[in-house]
T-cell receptor, first 113, second 116 residues
Framework: EAQVTQNPRYLITVTGKKLTVTCSQN?????MSWYRQDPGLGLRQIYY???????DKGDVPEGYKVSRKEKRNFPLILESPSPNQTSLYFC????????????FGSGTQLSVL | AQTVTQSQPEMSVQEAETVTLSCTYD???????LFWYKQPPSRQMILVIR??????QNATENRFSVNFQKAAKSFSLKISDSQLGDTAMYFC?????????????FGKGTKLSVIP
C-alpha cells in the first residue's frame, strides 16, 4: 500500500531535550516536506526536499533541522525544543516537485513542556 | 512571497444543500497550481481537487467543483449535495509552477459543519 509513515503519533517532551520525528514513504517520491499546523494559522511549511541531499527552507524553519540521506526518509529534528514548538506536525511527499498531489502522513501531535 | 486567504473561518450547511468556500491568493507568478485539501476529524489530509492555472476549464471531482477566476486571483470550492462526511477543515493551497520554487503555501482553513 502506498503510504507515508510518520512516527510517533503523539509525543510529550520537555524543553531542551532533542527529539526526532521520523517520516518514510514507499512510493519512490522525490519531493518530501514538513508542515506544522496550529489553530487559526493553518499549515505552514517548515522545510522541503527535492531529492537526496537537497533541502530548502519553507516559511518557518527556525528551530528545526532536516536531512535527506536516503530517498525514502526525511526526518525532522528539534535540537532544543521550546514550548512554542508545541504543534501538530505533518510530513508529506509527492512525485517530483510538490506540484502534484501530496500524500500526507497521519501527523504527530507534539507537546513541549 | 505568496499569500493565500480564506476569509471564512467557519461555515455550516444543511445536508443535501450546496455550499461555497472562498479562497483568494496573491502572487506575481503567471503559472501555478492550486489545491483544496480536506481534513476530517481523523486529522488525515486528503486532496479534494487540483487546478492548473494555465487551464481555463474549472476542475471537478464528483460533487466538488471549483470556480477559478485567474484575473481576480480567486479559487472557490463548491460542494454540491452536502453529506455528513463532508464535515471537515478545508485548506486552500498554492504552489508556483516555475522551476526553482517549490514552496507550498496554505490558507488558514475553513471549518465546515454539515448539519443533518
Amino acid at each position: 500500500e502506498a503510504q507515508v509513515t510518520q512516527n510517533p503519533r503523539y509525543l510529550i517532551t520537555v524543553t531542551g531535550k532533542k527529539l526526532t520525528v521520523t517520516c518514510s514513504q514507499n512510493m519512490n517520491h522525490e519531493y518530501m516536506s514538513w508542515y506544522r499546523q496550529d489553530p487559526g494559522l493553518g499549515l505552514r511549511q517548515i522545510y522541503y526536499s527535492m531529492n537526496v541531499e537537497v533541502t530548502d527552507k519553507g516559511d518557518v524553519p527556525e528551530g528545526y533541522k532536516v536531512s535527506r540521506k536516503e530517498k525514502r526518509n526525511f526526518p525532522l529534528i528539534l535540537e532544543s525544543p521550546s514550548p512554542n514548538q508545541t504543534s501538530l506536525y505533518f510530513c508529506a511527499s509527492s512525485l517530483v516537485t510538490g506540484q502534484e498531489k501530496l500524500f500526507f502522513g497521519s501527523g504527530t501531535q507534539l507537546s513541549v513542556l | 512571497a505568496q499569500t493565500v486567504t480564506q476569509s471564512q473561518p467557519e461555515m455550516s450547511v444543511q445536508e443535501a444543500e450546496t455550499v461555497t468556500l472562498s479562497c483568494t491568493y496573491d502572487t506575481s507568478e503567471s503559472n501555478y497550481y492550486l489545491f483544496w485539501y480536506k481534513q476530517p476529524p481523523s486529522r488525515q489530509m486528503i486532496l479534494v481537487i487540483r487546478q492548473e492555472a494555465y487551464k481555463q476549464q474549472n476542475a471537478t471531482e464528483n460533487r466538488f467543483s471549483v470556480n477559478f477566476q485567474k484575473a481576480a486571483k480567486s479559487f472557490s470550492l463548491k460542494i454540491s449535495d452536502s453529506q455528513l462526511g463532508d464535515t471537515a477543515m478545508y485548506f486552500c493551497a498554492f504552489i508556483p509552477s516555475g522551476a526553482g520554487s517549490y514552496q507550498l503555501t496554505f490558507g488558514k482553513g475553513t471549518k465546515l459543519s454539515v448539519i443533518p
